[in-house]
């Protein structure tokens, strides 16, 4: 016997109560809740046989990013697999198992694909759709993202149990593809029917980002703390936009503080954690703020991290880590990876080869003081970042960095292109902008001073 999903949908299950943990783990899922692992241990403690939790547990491993889930991945989709061979499933859960092993085949694009293509079929089932969404944005794929989600969006109705979650990330995803003002529109319509759905809420502190109006999005996020009390540690990473919104008013102070009573408040290892606090302590140094030893911590952290090469977006953020922390063998260690991984033919390899390494170099030669060398690192990976995953907030610190480089290396004129491609793209110039700027026309303005011949001796006596 099978049993219906709160989306319409046959699942491979016959136990109602572990039918009833299923949709909790979904919903929670999609809230990015703390309770979904427990939801799915519950499901899978009273369904040991059910192939699509035994997948999505495996997925849900593989976008944590750590090394040591990969084996535990693994053993999901055994289990998944041999589920599949005694008991017919359906032909949605049979592509969630086979995304679960294309990503671990090295293919994460694979993975989508799969997915995306049975979301056609079954246009209502949210899990899909948010796992679609989820890979997607590990790899950067702000495209892929929007196309998904217009694709099925039509088919959800403002009674779909999901219709806010949706619309959360149809906001994302048209943010991350520049379409601010509808994708404004679509967060705050979101939340109007999933006021937990922290990830809508963020989407729409992203377009606040983006349009230089970091006063209007800190008030955003002031104003509503419990749109993301539940949530796991993505609650960190809200914190860090607002955080990122008081830096931008000159607030560092107020930025610094956040850092220490939120952002760590939890000294985890967890990648996305190390990610928020190590760009917020960059773009504070940028800004000439000492941020005393908060490094160490992070460092420390990330040096047991160091080998894991689940994630070019992970690596670099361990490598800023372990660069400022002072831990050299731990970042030669991190580099020695990333050169190996480059010459592999994975979708990991392929990311790594064409970004992740020279932006890892290059960072690398920044930490050293060889700022033009820097500089022609950063910026030959700079057309392809997206690759590494995050968003355009999250990789906005590699940018700065580079900004921060051409500067450093006496070269006003890139560092002028970096920051009016950097506007265009935001859409509205933010307070960093605006400094650079000027520092450039001054530069500019020292330089024609140096070249006015008026203003050289002659060498007559």
Same mark, same amino acid.
């Given at each position: 016997? =099978? ?15 572990? !039918? ?19 939801? !799915? ?15 999505? =547990? ?40 086979? *995304? ?45 993202? $929007? ?108 930025? /610094? *503080? ?19 606090? *190590?760009?917020? /302590? ?58 190996? =991984? ?5 979708d990991l390899g392929r990311i790594t080869a064409e970004t992740g390494l020279p932006t890892g170099l290059g960072l690398e030669q920044y930490r050293k003081g ?6 022609? !690192?950063?910026?030959?990976? $700079? ?47 933010? =307070? ?12 500019? $303005? ?10 050289r001796a002659t060498g007559s006596v």
């Amino acid at each position: 016997m =099978r049993l219906t999903d709160q989306f319409g949908y046959e699942l491979t299950l016959s136990d109602k109560e572990a !039918l009833t943990a299923w949709n909790e783990t979904v919903k929670a899922f999609l809230a990015h809740g703390r309770t979904t692992p427990q939801h !799915l241990e519950t499901c899978l403690a009273l369904a040991p046989d059910f192939a699509l939790g035994h997948a999505a =547990r495996g997925i849900f491993c593989l976008l944590l990013g750590r090394k040591e889930l990969t084996a535990t991945a693994q053993e999901c989709l055994a289990i998944a697999r041999t589920s599949v061979q005694h008991t017919p499933v359906t032909a949605r859960e049979l592509a969630v198992v086979d *995304a679960l092993g294309s990503w671990l085949q090295g293919y994460p694009t694979r993975s989508a694909d799969l997915l995306d293509t049975v979301l056609v079929t079954v246009p209502e089932d949210a899990l899909i759709m948010k796992l679609v969404h989820a890979i997607r944005f590990v790899l950067g794929d702000a495209t892929g993202m $929007r196309q998904s989600i217009e694709r099925v969006h039509a088919a959800y109705g403002e009674t779909h149990p999901a219709y806010g979650y949706m619309l959360g990330c149809r906001a994302f995803s048209l943010e991350e593809t520049g379409d601010y003002r509808l994708a404004e529109a679509a967060g705050r319509k979101g939340l109007e029917f999933a006021r937990d759905d922290a990830w809508g809420l963020h989407a729409v502190a992203h377009v606040h980002d983006m349009t230089g109006r970091s006063e209007e999005g800190a008030g955003w996020l002031e104003t509503q703390p419990e749109g993301w009390a539940h949530c796991n540690n993505f609650g960190y990473h809200v914190w860090w936009h607002l955080a990122l919104m008081y830096l931008d008013q000159g607030q560092a102070d107020k930025a /610094l *503080a956040l850092y220490d009573t939120d952002i760590r408040k939890d000294k985890t290892d967890d990648y996305r954690d190390i990610s928020n606090a *190590a760009s917020l /302590l960059v773009r504070l140094e940028l800004e000439g703020v000492d941020t005393g030893p908060r490094w160490d911590e992070l460092a420390l952290l990330s040096d047991k991290r160091a080998e894991d090469g689940c994630n070019v977006f992970a690596d670099l953020h361990y490598l800023l880590a372990l660069l400022n922390g002072g831990r050299r063998m731990g970042a030669e260690r991190l580099l020695t990876g990333l050169k190996e =991984r480059a010459q592999t033919e994975t979708d990991l390899g392929r990311i790594t080869a064409e970004t992740g390494l020279p932006t890892g170099l290059g960072l690398e030669q920044y930490r050293k003081g060889n700022y033009a060398s820097a500089f022609a !690192l950063l910026d030959s990976a $700079r057309d392809n970042l997206y690759m590494v995953g995050g968003s355009h907030a999250q990789r906005d610190v590699f940018e700065r960095i580079t900004i921060d480089a051409a500067l450093r290396a006496g070269m006003p004129e890139d560092a002028e292109r970096l920051l009016n491609s950097r506007t265009h793209k935001r859409g509205a110039l933010d =307070r960093f902008a605006e400094q650079r700027l000027e520092i450039c026309d001054k530069m500019h $303005r020292a330089h024609r001073v140096m070249e006015d011949q008026k203003l050289r001796a002659t060498g007559s006596v």
